[in-house]
Nanobody
Framework: QVQLVESGGGLVQAGGSLRLSCAASGSIFSIGAMGWYRQAPGKQRDLVAI???????NYADSVKGRFTISRDNAKNTVYLQMNSLRPEDTAVYYC???????????????WGKGTLVTVSS
C-alpha cells in the first residue's frame, strides 16, 4: 500500500509564497517521476511541474520563473516552492508519482488527495 500525502496549502495574498510538500510512504522500491498538478473550480486538472528521478524538471508556461519543483529522494518527498503567487494560481494542488513496488518491480501511478491553495487579490 502506497500513500502520497500533501501539505503546505493555505491562504496567501497575491505576491506571496507557499511551499508544498508531498511525502510518499508504504511499500516502495523506488520512485520515478514526481509531479504537481492543479485543478481550479470548474476546470480540468493540469500539470504544474514535474521532476524525474534524475532531477530533470519541466514546468507549465504559466508558472515558469515563479515555481520551483525539487525532491529529496532519501525522504521520498517532492516539494513545490511557489513564489509571486497570483489569484489565478488558486486551485487544489495534487501530488503525483510513479512508484515501483518491491514485489512486482513495475511502476504504478499514484495520486495524493490534494491540498487547497487560495490566493487573494
Amino acid at each position: 500500500q502506497v500513500q502520497l500525502v500533501e501539505s503546505g496549502g493555505g491562504l496567501v495574498q497575491a505576491g506571496g509564497s507557499l511551499r508544498l510538500s508531498c511525502a510518499a510512504s508504504g511499500s516502495i522500491f523506488s520512485i520515478g517521476a514526481m509531479g504537481w498538478y492543479r485543478q481550479a473550480p470548474g476546470k480540468q486538472r493540469d500539470l504544474v511541474a514535474i521532476i524525474t528521478s534524475g532531477g530533470t524538471t519541466n514546468y507549465a508556461d504559466s508558472v515558469k520563473g515563479r515555481f520551483t519543483i525539487s525532491r529529496d529522494n532519501a525522504k521520498n518527498t517532492v516539494y513545490l516552492q511557489m513564489n509571486s503567487l497570483r489569484p489565478e494560481d488558486t486551485a487544489v494542488y495534487y501530488c503525483n508519482a510513479d512508484i515501483i513496488s518491491p514485489v512486482s518491480r513495475r511502476p504504478m501511478n499514484y495520486w495524493g488527495k490534494g491540498t487547497l491553495v487560495t490566493v487573494s487579490s
